[in-house]
């Protein structure tokens, strides 16, 4: 069986079963309060709310995030998805086939929920053993990553979890870089009969260069993970008569390797002969975790429990992934259903049957990953 399929339910005890209910609602709900970045307060109050009455410890903290934590062992597990979306209204509905639309629903409130419904589903032998923190994030479509900024200074997790679409059977070890150029070129206005270049002349040659210098880093790679990808985001000129303006906005996914300072001293080495005014945002470095220990193994093995064959995987877009690797560095994915190539786009939609089995196998996983710790604890010399 293939990674994107979705075995039949197992059979459920009644208990189980109103556990699934009540995280199906927990979902539907969250994606029905809009929350688009900068707006999330009515979802973090309905989010802490639910936790609070399903056993969590839950406030909302300065940055706005959602915060609900369970157990009291010494194993720290941060469980850090984001709350808000893009921008983009899609009527919240339940299809006949179980297929949830909404915006958010697969990025990332899906991974989100399915990150709380599986730490309120843990017992409490379990929570005796780790500490589990959910983190509803604010601010992560957006550039200031607000949230995550604020939660990786208020924790020294000894795992983590990062709450992104990866499909069920997925697990996520690593995103590329981001840097964001902003060119500009004014020049004096001139009669197009004359000689010389305009404004938008110069610009247009100074994205040719940068887009040679982005096609041949990791040129010999065969995969896009390794490579510099360049895109134009915005492109315009204007004149007055007197004074003529060009301007773009150039993005860059940067893979491992390729420090964003880096690479914005490439881009004004190339660039900077034709457009001197030239400005960076979005230093986002790359990241890619090992795929080898205790978290990836607990998921592996919770993920073959329910027929699945788990796939590594690395994604050419960023996450809160990439702003919280400096200073947790330890076991690190992203894991949540869903299909990431609906995110953002106005057909986001999540099967609820894959979300059921995505709260069963992580609710499996965190539970090994707690034994594991406890017994590693308690195998090891004092």
């Known amino acids: 069986m293939t990674s994107d399929a979705t075995p039949p339910s197992l059979a459920l005890t009644p208990a189980q079963q109103q556990a699934q209910q009540e995280a199906r609602e927990l979902l539907i709900e969250t994606v029905r309060i809009p929350s688009v970045s900068g707006e999330e307060g009515a979802a973090a109050r309905f989010l802490t709310d639910w936790m609070t009455a399903h056993g969590f410890s839950a406030a909302i903290d300065e940055a706005g995030n959602a915060v609900g934590e369970r157990g009291s062992g010494p194993y720290t597990v941060a469980l850090l998805g984001h709350i808000d979306t893009v921008p983009g209204n899609i009527p919240v509905r339940v299809d006949e086939s179980g297929v949830l639309h909404g915006r958010g629903s697969v990025d990332a409130k899906g991974p989100f929920c399915t990150f709380v419904a599986a730490v309120a589903a843990l017992p409490q032998a379990v929570l005796a053993q780790a500490r589990f923190v959910c983190i509803g994030a604010t601010e992560e479509e957006a550039p200031s990553s607000k949230g995550a900024r604020h939660a990786m200074h208020t924790l020294s997790p000894d795992a983590v979890l990062i709450g992104e679409p990866s499909g069920w059977a997925g697990l996520t070890l690593g995103y590329k870089g ?20 305009s404004a938008a002349d110069d610009l247009t040659e100074a994205w040719f260069r ?23 985001q915005d492109l315009g000129a204007s004149g007055d008569g007197l004074t003529q303006t ?43 975790h090992p795929r080898d220990n205790a978290l990836t193994r607990a998921l592996r093995t919770a993920i073959r429990a329910q027929g699945g064959t788990p796939t590594f995987k690395v994604k050419t877009g960023t996450s809160d992934m990439n702003v919280v690797a400096e200073l947790w560095p330890v076991p690190t994915l992203a894991y949540g259903p869903g299909d990431s190539s609906l995110d953002h786009t106005p057909e986001e939609r999540l099967d609820l049957a894959e979300y059921d089995r995505a709260v069963l196998i992580l609710t499996d996983a965190l539970t090994r990953l707690a034994q594991t710790a406890t017994a590693a604890a308690t195998s090891t010399p004092s």
């Not at 840097?179 to 270049?197: C, Q, S, Y």
């Not at 906005?249 to 940067?254: D, E, F, H, Q």
Request: glycine share 10%.
């Open 210 to 232: 940068i887009r040679a210098w982005a096609g041949g880093v990791g040129a010999e790679s065969p995969g896009m993970f390794d490579r510099v990808q360049a895109t134009l």
């Open 178 to 197: 981001r840097l964001v150029a902003k060119l500009r070129v004014t020049k004096d206005n001139f009669h197009t009969a004359g000689e010389g270049t």
């Open 246 to 288: 060009a301007w773009a906005s150039v993005g860059l996914r940067l893979p491992p390797g390729l420090a964003p300072y880096a690479a914005q001293e490439a881009v004004y080495n190339a660039a900077s002969e034709l457009t001197p005014d030239i400005t960076f945002t979005g230093h986002e470095s790359a990241v890619r």
